[in-house]
């Protein structure tokens, strides 16, 4: 018989602007109906909370979060920085390299677990040997990918190999000059832009590629802190303010300033996005992007039980995410962090390790930090940072 765990005293996340004093139940990973009448094996008291989604990450490179920002731009494309950056013989990459490159995915999962994301779409082969229940957060498991125009030179296999219900994610637009812009059209030519295809970046889209995007309904991964540090600049208000589907992507380590906290923050300084505009953007936008079937990205009946619990000091459920300090995070219907402060509010969590984030604060989690952390140290020493924070244990 399954476990039941019941959430109490939260309020919870309707939308992005509404949340009600509302008890939730958990069986087998899901959100039982809400009238549910059950006896729980866990009771999980949250009175002072604030119930909120897990957030859905569209777009990361996860064993490249260890790795410091690399390159001296702005670029005119990503081909130009792959170019100025890639030498694996010389440090620091070689350093980081002999990581091992399970030890560096799994870094990457907790960069997202910190800032409350449950849901992560990696830019990469699927690992079904480290992507396990024991991994920190879920990893999008049916996608079909390409890096690039540039870089896969199988493209058209790999997109016709992509069965029809899931979602193809390509780096495209990357960049600020023609090249960049002219890949939307080329791809057009391919007959590779569709409602299942999601364009990561799309700095380079002005007013025709828009219009081409738009009406082929492909949606855009817009990962703000990245562009502006290897290009100068991101996604044009024609993109923002138009009907094309937008979730944000924190990329990874080389290029981005930090966690999906940084890039929501970052998300609304730069192009005058309010918090409410912001939130669907991390929730039901990459869901339906992404294609995900199971309810992620709200709170519902029988919808995922993937959540994160905050503070609740009377904010607006798009304003908690617009400053994310996670207290709890559950995936899966399974707690995986704990503040250090609610730690000490509630006794008895075996199986969790202290983890301490410059900039952030001290958690617990379920996920070996000293052994997670030795392998790293061995090849870069005692001084760790993840997405550019330095961790200690």
């Known amino acids: 018989m399954a476990e039941i765990v019941r959430l109490t005293g939260a309020r919870v996340a309707l939308d992005a602007s509404r949340a009600e004093r509302i008890d939730l139940a958990i069986e087998n990973r899901r959100i039982l109906p809400l009238d549910s009448r059950v006896s729980p094996h866990v009771d999980l008291d949250l009175t002072g909370c604030l119930l909120l989604p897990?957030?859905?990450?569209?777009?990361?490179?996860?064993?490249?979060?260890?790795?410091?920002?690399?390159?001296?731009g702005p670029?005119?494309?990503?081909?130009?920085?792959?170019?100025?950056?890639?030498?694996?013989?010389?440090?620091?990459?070689?350093?980081?390299?002999?990581?091992?490159?399970?030890?560096?995915?799994?870094?990457?999962g907790i960069k997202n677990l910190l800032s409350g994301v449950t849901t992560v779409a990696h830019h990469n082969p699927y690992t079904r040997r480290v992507f396990?229940?024991?991994?920190?957060?879920?990893?999008?498991?049916?996608?079909?990918?390409?890096?690039?125009?540039?870089?896969?030179?199988?493209?058209?296999?790999?997109?016709?190999?992509?069965?029809?219900?899931?979602?193809?994610?390509?780096?495209?637009?990357?960049?600020?000059?023609?090249?960049?812009?002219?890949?939307?059209s080329r791809l057009?030519?391919?007959?590779?832009l569709s409602s299942r295809t999601v364009l990561v970046h799309a700095v380079a889209m002005g007013a025709?590629?828009?219009?081409?995007?738009?009406?082929?309904?492909?949606?855009?991964v817009w990962c703000p802190t990245s562009n502006l540090?290897?290009?100068?600049?991101?996604?044009?208000?024609?993109?923002?303010?138009?009907?094309?589907?937008?979730?944000?992507?924190t990329d990874s380590g080389l290029t981005a300033q930090g966690d999906m906290v940084d890039e929501i923050q970052g998300a609304m300084e730069t192009s005058g996005l309010n918090a409410e505009e912001i939130y669907p953007m991390v929730t039901t936008q990459p869901a339906r992007l992404l294609r995900l079937s199971?309810?992620?990205?709200?709170?519902?009946?029988?919808?995922?039980?993937?959540?994160?619990a905050v503070a609740d000091t009377g904010q607006t459920p798009a304003q908690a995410v617009a400053n994310l300090k996670p207290e709890v995070v559950m995936v899966r219907g399974r707690v995986m962090l704990l503040s250090a402060r609610f730690a000490r509010?509630?006794?008895?969590?075996?199986?969790?390790?202290?983890?301490?984030?410059?900039?952030?604060?001290?958690?617990?989690?379920?996920?070996?930090?000293?052994?997670?952390f030795g392998s790293a140290s061995m090849a870069l020493g005692s001084e760790i940072r993840l997405a550019g924070r330095r961790v200690c244990l």
């Not at 979602?167 to 812009?181: C, K, Q, S």
């Not at 057009?188 to 590779?192: L, P, S």
């Not at 969790?352 to 001290?362: D, L, N, P, T, Y």
Request: charged share 25%; with cysteine.
């Open 54 to 72: 897990g957030l859905i990450n569209a777009h990361d490179h996860l064993e490249f979060n260890l790795f410091p920002r690399l390159g001296k």
């Open 75 to 108: 670029y005119a494309n990503a081909s130009e920085w792959a170019r100025d950056i890639y030498h694996p013989e010389e440090s620091p990459i070689r350093e980081h390299l002999l990581v091992p490159k399970p030890v560096r995915l799994i870094w990457g």
């Open 132 to 184: 396990t229940e024991r991994f920190p957060v879920k990893v999008l498991r049916r996608y079909g990918w390409a890096h690039s125009l540039d870089f896969s030179p199988d493209l058209g296999d790999l997109w016709r190999r992509t069965p029809e219900h899931w979602p193809f994610v390509i780096h495209a637009a990357e960049g600020t000059d023609e090249h960049a812009r002219g890949e939307i």
């Open 188 to 192: 057009a030519e391919m007959g590779m």
């Open 208 to 220: 025709p590629e828009v219009e081409t995007v738009s009406r082929t309904g492909c949606g855009i």
């Open 229 to 249: 540090f290897s290009l100068g600049r991101t996604l044009c208000p024609a993109v923002l303010r138009s009907d094309i589907p937008i979730a944000l992507g």
């Open 294 to 308: 199971g309810g992620q990205g709200r709170i519902c009946e029988g919808g995922a039980a993937d959540l994160v």
């Open 345 to 372: 509010m509630q006794t008895g969590w075996r199986g969790f390790h202290a983890i301490h984030v410059e900039g952030r604060g001290s958690f617990m989690i379920r996920v070996d930090v000293p052994g997670f």
